[in-house]
């Protein structure tokens, strides 16, 4: 049986975390949940789409992923299926599964017709339209038999870098829960655009850094004086494949988005000499 994930802006604080849960077990007791994330912040489509496109590659195929992310109901917005790189995705139709898959086209697209027509009366999205709609798929009902195919999502697109001359400029797309600030420029990106020259230099605000480190751990290069390094600042790529600038053990009151006081949507230059 496959396993529904849950990505949300709610926070734990309150009920809705629980009654999700609740309401998913209730419908098939034998459910598997597993929680991306519930600290997205509120409406924060940009985020939750970095958070989930990065997270759902390790789950396995004809896995559920329910995002309740700006996910109120209205008649005038769908609830929507994707199926996408063998897995399913359900939200609103808000864009936010078009950033997920910026560079994926989906295999399909429905919108969800159980409990969205007519009179029916939904109060909360996520319990009365995405959690049985996950729970269909998981027992392994089609889509088709809870929606209809959808040829007009609501399509949204991150930031791209961009070039001139022999400059890259960038911005600020993600900040993580170390404070590490990460870019919109990617390695392949970055790649492309060296070639031909012998050095570069990173700018953002006042600062500047020309090296970058393959990670974290080789930032550090006598492990006898380990603590000398922490604060040191640093560009990297991640995981993701994106230029990130970060502090050695840093963390979110005293990491990179603190010292160098970059935030969302402001620039990074790579200029290449």
Known sequence: MSLITLTSDYGYTDYRVAAIKGRILSLNPEARIVDISH???AYNLQQTAYTVSNAYPFFPKGSIHIISVDSFFHKDRKCIIYRADGHYFIGADNGVLSLIFSDIQP?????ITYNTRFDDVVSFTTLDVFAPAAVHLQNGGLPEVIGRKYLTPK???LPKAGTT???I???VLYIDNFGN???NISRSYFDENMKGYDSFTIKFRNLALSRIYKSYTDIVTDWNQETEYHG???AIFNSAGLLELTIYKGNSSNGAKTLFGLKVGERIYVEYH
């Open 165 to 167: 001359d022999n400059l």
């Open 169 to 171: 400029f960038g911005e």
């Open 107 to 111: 295999e399909a697209v429905y919108e």
């Open 155 to 157: 399509e949204l697109s």
């Open 232 to 234: 040191k600042p640093a």
């Open 181 to 183: 600030i990460i870019s």
């Open 39 to 41: 600290d997205m912040q």
